[in-house]
């Protein structure tokens, strides 16, 4: 059954750790600590990435910056509440995490496939280039009755397709995971620096 569901949810990154772990929660005496993770783009840009990893699998008093690392794992959400109301944060979840000498340019360093469904109706627009832009929000089941709730975006030809799926639909994305930062207004005079996760789609099948 774990096996089953580990399958619809597989993430696979390589990159450079540019932050100390920091704690992040316990599970039955478990600690988990997240990090920051640049990885590379073909376009000479970089996405940051959250990972969470588990104590057993690395000793997190080290400092480990500046080493290169590849993860492979699951993208996972959860809710965190601040501000009167709930926030989506997403990380990459590491199952197994190996240091690799640096970045070997033959390999993917940034993959994802995910197995869901659409759990609201997809927002399509187009930019003022007229790009051709879809969003989709995708749950992803989990063992024990948990789901994974994970924005995608769609380009062109693949958000013209996605615009007309329903929610509920069956569907099934390849892509990379990317970060963007935005500016958050808290208030008339207060605003933040954020960054956003989502899924680049670059193929989907809907079932």
């Known amino acids: 059954m774990a096996d089953k569901i580990i399958e619809n949810n597989q993430v696979s990154i390589m990159g450079q750790i540019i932050s100390p772990f920091t704690f992040s929660h316990q599970v039955f005496g478990e600690g988990f600590y997240l990090t920051d993770v640049l990885v590379k783009r073909l376009s000479d840009s970089e996405d940051r990435i959250p990972v969470m990893i588990s104590e057993r699998l690395i000793d997190v008093t080290q400092d480990y910056e500046g080493e290169y690392i590849q993860v492979y794992g699951q993208f996972r959400s959860y809710n965190r509440h601040e501000e009167k109301k709930n926030r989506l944060v997403l990380s990459v979840f590491a199952r197994e995490v190996s240091f690799v000498e640096e970045e070997d340019d033959s390999v993917k360093s940034n993959q994802i496939f995910l197995d869901g469904y659409i759990c ?59 970060s963007r930062e935005y500016i958050k207004r808290l208030s008339e005079t207060e605003s933040e620096k954020r960054t956003a996760y989502e899924v680049s789609v670059s193929k989907l099948e809907y079932l």
């Open 120 to 178: 609201k109706p997809p927002v399509y627009r187009k930019t003022p280039l007229g790009r051709e832009i879809a969003d989709l929000l995708i749950a992803v089941n989990r063992p024990y009755g948990k789901s994974d709730y994970i924005p995608c975006i769609c380009w062109g030809r693949n958000a013209r397709y996605a615009s007309a799926f329903a929610v509920g639909g069956h569907v099934l994305i390849w892509g990379r995971i990317q």
